[in-house]
Structure formats: C-alpha cells, structure tokens
C-alpha cells in the first residue's frame, strides 16, 4: 500500500525564521509528489516534482526531491505570519487509467509562525 | 474562471441518519474527486470518476457511501446511514487529464459533524 510520512507533525517559529518540512514515501510507481497549503479550507497546490524536474523554487519557498532517497523536502525562507497552516505531501502513484493521478497524502505538518 | 463549487459548507446530523453532498468541478474538467479529509489527517482518496464513469472506488465504503456522476459534469456524494466516525471534511477536487502541473484544483469542502 502507498504512504506517505511527513515530519514534524507540528512546528511553531518566529517570524524570519527558516524552516524545513520533511515528506518521505513509499509508492509501487512513483510519477510525481505534490505540495500542498492549507489553510481554513481547499489546499492549494504549491508545487510539483517528478524525476525530471527534482527542484522547484517560488520566492521564499522550494523544494527538493530525492528519489534515492525517496524523500523530499519544503524549504520556506524568513517566514511570515502568513505563512501558518498545514503544508500536505501527496505522493501520485498514477491512476488505473490513462493519465489521471491518484494522490495519496500524508497527514501534513501544521506551521505556526509567530509575530 | 470559476473555481470547484460545493455545498452545502456544513452540515450537522444525527447518526444513522442520511445526507448528500454536490460538487460542480471546474468546466471541461474530466476527471472528479471526492476526499475525506478526518481531523488531523491528510485527505483520502475515496472515489476518482473519469466522466462518468467511476475509474477508483477502492476506499469507498460501499455499504454506507455512494457516489454518482450521471451526465459527467457535477457530482453527488451520499451517506447512508452515517456514522459518528463519518465526522469529517468531504473535499471535491477535480483536474484535466493531461498530467500538467496544477493538475488537481479543490473545493472549499463540506464539514460534516454527526452528532
């Protein structure tokens, strides 16, 4: 069965701080790995990884994936209050038919960034 | 463009009794999801339809939940009878099929509480 394991479960820092989120899977047939933000309501998808395109980068956030590793990792830079929510880590292990994806999350880690 | 609809927003029910989810994904969207997001955790797959047609019912738990998409465009998820460990946010999600980035947008989620 696919998994997905994401560290710290929970994370409280002050603002300007850096911080770095941690995702591990186990997948039978990786395709990609996806980051989400959520906040009160739907996540939003931050971005996406697949083994050619390892590194993503958007202002302060960016993200790494290890496919020796099976890992990745989500790198947010001088943080902002703005930045508090749960990040979520899904893994697609491809759907049964033709392209469509079928994601399987972790339970997220819940950032808190305090002024 | 006008994103994934869903309602109602909350609902609170007693147990064993029924109640109804819609979804309306994005237009020319294909591919439908329906989530189970409990406290703390991070969505489950329950049901992908691909048009009409259902592509993974695997986690769906057939004997109190049912799901249809009958014209292949919006989407009602069911729950009959509930259960008090059927609290939880249903999200919506749905995607193109051509495995783009940003390929799964959601909804805003219904909040279920049975009582």
């Known amino acids: 069965e696919d998994k997905v394991v994401q560290s710290p479960l929970s994370l409280v820092v002050h603002e300007g701080d850096t911080v770095t989120l941690n995702c591990s899977y186990e997948?039978?047939?990786?395709?990609?790995l996806l980051w989400y933000k959520q906040e009160k309501k739907a996540p939003t998808f931050l971005f996406m990884l697949?083994?050619?395109?390892i590194e993503k980068k958007s202002g302060r956030l960016s993200s790494i994936l290890d496919k020796k590793e099976l890992s990745s990792i989500l790198n947010i830079t001088a943080t902002q209050t703005g930045d508090s929510a749960i990040y979520l880590c899904?893994?697609?292990?491809?759907?049964?038919?033709?392209?469509?994806?079928?994601?399987?999350f972790g339970k997220g880690t819940k950032l808190t960034v305090n002024p | 463009e006008a994103g994934v609809a869903q309602s109602p927003r909350y609902k609170i029910i007693e147990k064993r009794q029924s109640v109804a989810f819609w979804c309306n994904p994005i237009?020319?969207?294909?591919?439908l999801y329906w989530y189970q997001q409990i406290l703390g955790q991070g969505p489950k797959l329950l049901i992908q339809?691909?048009?009409?047609?259902?592509?993974?019912d695997s986690q769906l738990p057939k004997d109190r939940f049912s799901a249809e998409r009958l014209k292949g465009v919006d989407s009602t998820l069911k729950i009959q009878p509930a259960k008090l460990e059927d609290s939880a946010v249903y999200l919506c999600?749905?995607?193109?099929?051509?495995?783009?980035?940003?390929?799964?947008?959601f909804g805003p989620g219904t909040r279920l509480l049975v009582l």
């Open positions: 999600a749905s995607s193109l099929l051509t495995g783009k980035e940003e390929t799964q947008y």
């Open positions: 899904a893994v697609d292990g491809g759907g049964t038919q033709g392209g469509s994806e079928k994601l399987v």
């Open positions: 697949t083994s050619s395109g």
């Open positions: 237009s020319g969207h294909a591919t």
């Open positions: 997948v039978t047939n990786f395709r990609s």
């Open positions: 339809f691909q048009n009409n047609g259902v592509v993974d």
